[in-house]
């Protein structure tokens, strides 16, 4: 287990191993600031800075994004779901891997999943940016 307490965002990388792997999560604890429009949580081929997984949540729009740029650069099709967070108010989003798809966990319930567009092993980094203090980020 690796943990970061209290980066800077945005706040940028290297996955342990430099890859995803099955069985395995991340988990970051933080808060959105109020007044916050949006922040995300992004998994990356470091290389080309393409996001394999974009989730995206988005205050201004009362809505979780998730999607992928991945291999060239251009958006897929968004899949949305209703916005779990509270403005001011501390989370915990749990990503896990599975065989075939991320899995979300907010708050200590399942908030929805996400099926892979990619081989797991491109991504090889994370990328934090947006509205919002983390206070940790544990790769487990």
């Known amino acids: 287990m690796t943990s970061i307490l209290n980066p800077i965002i945005p706040f940028c990388v290297s ?12 988990v970051v604890g933080g808060e959105a600031f109020y007044g916050a429009q949006r922040f995300s949580i992004n998994f990356i081929q470091s290389s080309s800075q393409t ?11 009362n809505e979780t994004v998730l999607n992928s740029n991945y291999p060239d650069g251009c ?39 996400f099926v892979y567009r ?5 991504a090889d980094a994370l990328l ?13």
């Open 75 to 113: 958006w897929a099709q968004e899949e949305r779901t209703p916005l779990p967070l509270i403005l001011g108010k501390k989370f915990n989003i749990e990503i896990k891997f599975s065989a075939d798809r991320f899995v979300i966990i907010v708050d200590f319930q399942y908030h929805c999943d």
């Open 51 to 61: 996001r394999l997984f974009h989730l995206d949540f988005r205050f201004d729009q």
């Open 15 to 26: 996955l342990p191993g430099n890859k995803l792997n099955t069985g395995h999560d991340v």
């Open 128 to 140: 934090i940016e947006g509205d919002v203090n983390i206070n940790s980020i544990q790769f487990n």
């Open 118 to 122: 990619f081989d797991m092993s491109e």
